[in-house]
């Protein structure tokens, strides 16, 4: 069973920026693809940024632009850089990874921007 721990959630300020962290308990190629969801107070989860193995990534559309995926192989680690961070982001944000069929979930990270 794969570990994912996120980090970096917090509360901030309309414009500001934070860092979100996913550090996995594998070899981050061990995975087809990573990536970050958020879910809102009364909405489903959305996806929000994905990376593949080959280092393609995919936004939502609400995020282009602001948001950007990456990741730092040698500490099998993604983050998430949220920048111009606006009240509609406020979610928690979850890590997710894809191995094979299977998909495993971080426990969450809340993510508050105030306005």
């Known amino acids: 069973q794969v570990q994912l721990v996120e980090s970096g959630g917090g509360l901030v300020q309309a414009g500001g920026s934070l860092r979100l962290s996913c550090a996995a308990s594998a070899n981050i190629f061990s995975f087809n693809a990573m990536g970050w969801y958020r879910q809102a107070p009364g909405k489903q989860r959305e996806l929000v940024a994905v990376?593949?193995?080959?280092?393609?990534?995919n936004y939502a559309d609400s995020v282009k632009g602001r948001f950007t995926i990456s990741r730092e192989n040698a500490k099998n680690t993604v983050y998430l850089q949220m920048n111009s961070l606006k009240s509609e982001d406020t979610a928690v944000y979850y890590c997710c990874a894809d191995r094979l069929s299977a998909r495993s979930w971080g426990q969450g990270t809340q993510v508050t921007v105030s306005s």
């Open positions: 990376i593949t193995r080959g280092a393609s990534t």
